[in-house]
């Protein structure tokens, strides 16, 4: 093979990752689906996105390098620097024009190409949707009122959280969210941050009892500082920019979080969750919790993690009990994925699969299985 057909095949290759990741967002995003269908198409071309993507040729599938680029190329828009592509993007007042998205965006990916390859060279998508806040809330119900049954306590513990792949931690407050169920509402009715949390059914818990969170904590290998416009904007470039409902749900998280502040710490899940656990409180449930991140953990991680947790849930007991409360997608019978909730209670020996919802944590339906 020569070195031009090689590189031919590469472009390829990428150019498939670029419409598949267009395809993921039809009927969900027509604006990013377009950009990224065209971009497709330029790199087949050879065209200026075979330059700003120079450096990640190689990417695989799940460094999703089609969503990279359009995070980037969001970012510009939220950065005043493509003001005739941001015509297009509603996150900053424009309204899409699909048949010339690809015409307004060249000038601003010629301008702007090295720029854009360093950036998306250096990122990894962290979208960290608050929306996933909802079903947590509901699911650390259950969790701390199944431990005091199991443990014969009338009272719900209270709650020690745990996050792994935390990005910006805009998930590690979710007793400061409002969740608006019909005429009523749950946690923080004062919140910055409302959601409609589109429950069909209701968790199994009493949900007149307050949680009670006393202890959080998160890591991330590439942790995100909402403290910081850079931290922010990064965030926000990932939310898909005609989805304005978690464009304004983003926007509120980030105002909740910046008057309640939790650091993330840098570090891989597995060493950081060892050094967690050995510090056990009586009377609290410690709750490990992740969402939407087990696909991006190495199997060296994940076996790992696996035994931390194996090793902490042995050691736990009646007064000191642990819990793991997960929401990832998960294969169905055909090769479509869908979100559960997933619970699993030491040393009760609970293990539910509390129900189902969309990737963003809303809507969702509670539905109580076995977690087989």
Not at 133 to 140: E, I, R, V
Not at 154 to 175: D, I, T, Y
Not at 258 to 269: F, I, K, L, N
Not at 307 to 329: G, I, M, Q, S, Y
């Amino acid at each position: 093979m020569t070195r031009g057909s090689a590189a031919t095949s590469v472009g390829t290759v990428l150019a498939e990752l670029f419409a598949a990741a267009a395809r993921g967002c039809r009927d969900r995003s027509p604006l990013t689906q377009r950009l990224l269908d065209d971009a497709a198409g330029d790199l087949r071309r050879g065209g200026v996105t075979t330059r700003i993507m120079a450096g990640s040729e190689r990417d695989r599938e799940g460094a999703v390098p089609g969503l990279r680029f359009a995070g980037a190329v969001h970012r510009l828009v939220l950065e005043g620097r493509a003001p005739d592509l941001a015509k297009h993007y509603p996150s900053v007042g424009g309204q899409p024009h699909l048949p010339t998205l690809w015409e307004d965006a060249l000038p601003a990916l010629e301008q702007h190409a090295d720029l854009l390859r360093h950036r998306i060279a250096a990122a990894v998508v962290q979208t960290n949707e608050p929306g996933r806040s909802a079903p947590l809330y509901g699911g650390l119900l259950v969790a701390a009122q199944e431990a005091a049954k199991a443990a014969g306590r009338q009272v719900p513990f209270c709650v020690r959280l745990l996050e792994v792949g935390a990005s910006g931690g805009l998930n590690l407050r979710p007793h400061h969210v409002a969740y608006r169920l019909d005429d009523t509402v749950l946690g923080d009715p004062d919140s910055l941050l409302v959601l409609d949390p589109e429950w069909t059914g209701r968790p199994p818990a009493d949900l007149t009892h307050r949680l009670r969170v006393v202890g959080r904590a998160g890591c991330d290998l590439n942790p995100v500082d909402v403290s910081t416009e850079d931290g922010r904007l990064h965030l926000s470039s990932f939310v898909w920019a005609d989805q304005l409902a978690r464009w304004n749900r983003l926007r509120d998280a980030l105002d909740l979080a910046a008057t309640d502040p939790v650091r993330v710490e840098r570090s891989a899940g597995p060493e950081w969750l060892a050094r967690q656990l050995a510090r056990v409180e009586r009377d609290v449930l410690t709750v490990v919790w992740h969402s939407v991140v087990w696909q991006y953990v190495s199997p060296a991680d994940r076996a790992m993690g696996r035994a931390v947790l194996a090793d902490a849930a042995a050691r736990a007991t009646a007064k000191t009990p642990l819990a793991l409360l997960v929401f990832e997608p998960r294969r169905t019978d055909g090769d479509d994925y869908r979100f559960e909730l997933l619970l699993k209670l030491w040393p009760a020996g609970i293990s539910l699969n509390l129900g189902h919802g969309g990737g963003h944590g809303t809507p969702f339906t509670w539905d109580v299985t076995p977690w087989e």
